[in-house]
């Protein structure tokens, strides 16, 4: 979500308008800050537990911004009770994009917990919300499903810029993201050492997450010798490791659309995900690989992949550049963004 968020921070400056990021502090955000090309960062304090992010000024805060629009990245904390509060306010447009987070996956999980924001502020919040944004139909039903609104904004995330056609990689497939039981490091790690691959193939993880699912990773990682648990990567790193992959893996149990999966694409790189991924062009023009969310899929996904002759990869990795510089670009999706924007601010408050 917060390389989506970036993304969409540059969508509102190259339309000529000036991106507010308005964050709850936390120890990573002087890292982040400069990912936002120099747009304003209003950082508001948290008190209690992170994971609920309660942050008692951000109302006032989100009022003091001089908003023309509100965007709120992310649902089930805080800052939907502030947003609906500051849409309440002000009676200017509300846009919330719940990045997946409204997935049967997700809704299943921490049920107790979700009933309660549910009754506090979420429907409230989806209920005041101008609209409701979704990154694709599938995530258009959840939202229908779960709000009973029919009237989701379906825009995708924009890929990268599209990179130079790759020379033909040594067989490393990358797995970039957060490590999470969602997705599904279990079965990519069981497939690979299940799979049939070169002798010199090597799987190379990267990311963040809990502790305890970093120390689940650690262990795991360390009964297979070809494999490797690198950390987080940004920026060059990242862009080393995606150079060097001739796959990407994502066999993720739920997603809303994720950026990994774009930014291999725009980088040239073929992939091996699921179709919760919910990134169905992939596999329509040859850019994918349905990994399914088995143990056993994700082996005979890789093996397939791995069959592949140099010429075969060069066009599954033309597909994936044709399609982030095509209906995932950043021109395509700024256009929508601007389009929708633009529209809800001519509505009367």
């Known amino acids: 979500m917060a390389e989506a968020v970036v993304a969409q921070a540059a969508i509102v400056r190259d339309a000529g308008a000036v991106p507010v990021v308005v964050t709850l502090a936390d120890a990573s955000l002087k ?15 948290v008190r209690g537990p992170a994971r609920f992010g309660f942050a008692p000024t951000l109302a006032r805060e989100l009022e003091g911004a001089q908003l023309d629009v509100l965007h709120l990245h992310g649902i089930w904390m805080y800052p939907s009770k502030a947003a609906r509060i500051w849409r309440q306010r002000t009676g200017k447009p509300l846009v919330i ?26 429907r409230g919040a989806w209920r005041a919300a101008s609209r409701l944004h979704a990154l694709t139909g599938a995530e258009a039903e959840d939202i229908r499903c779960e709000s ?15 990179e130079a056609a790759p020379p033909f990689p040594d067989p490393v497939v990358a797995f970039i993201g957060r490590i999470h039981p969602k997705k599904n490091l279990a079965a990519l790690i069981a497939g690979w050492e299940q799979a049939r691959l070169p002798a010199e193939a090597r799987l190379e993880i990267a990311g963040w997450g809990a502790e305890e699912d970093v120390a689940w990773l650690r262990d795991r990682i360390a009964e297979v010798p070809s494999a490797r648990f690198l950390g987080p990567v940004y920026g060059a790193e990242k862009a080393e490791m995606l150079r060097r992959a001739r796959f990407v893996a994502l ?12 930014e291999s694409w725009a980088a040239g790189v073929p992939t091996v995900m699921s179709v919760e991924c919910n990134l169905d062009e992939g596999f ?56 929708a924007y633009a529209a809800l601010m001519d509505q009367p408050a």
């Open 251 to 262: 066999p993720s149990f739920s997603e809303g659309l994720p950026m990994a999966i774009l």
């Open 97 to 122: 994009s719940p990045h997946g987070m409204l997935a049967p996956w997700i809704t299943a999980r921490g049920k107790p917990q979700k009933a309660v924001a549910r009754q506090l502020y979420e």
């Open 284 to 339: 329509d023009a040859g850019a994918a690989f349905d990994s399914g969310m088995t143990a056993e899929s994700v082996a005979a996904a890789l093996t397939r992949a791995f069959a592949l002759e140099e010429g075969d990869w060069r066009r599954a990795s033309d597909a994936a550049r044709s399609l982030a510089d095509g209906p995932f670009s950043a021109t395509t999706v700024a256009r929508e963004w601007v389009a």
């Open 31 to 45: 890292d982040d800050a400069e990912r936002f090309g120099g747009a304003e960062i209003v950082a508001v304090p």
């Open 148 to 162: 009973g609104r029919r009237d989701a904004l379906v825009i995708p995330n924009a890929a990268p810029a599209v």
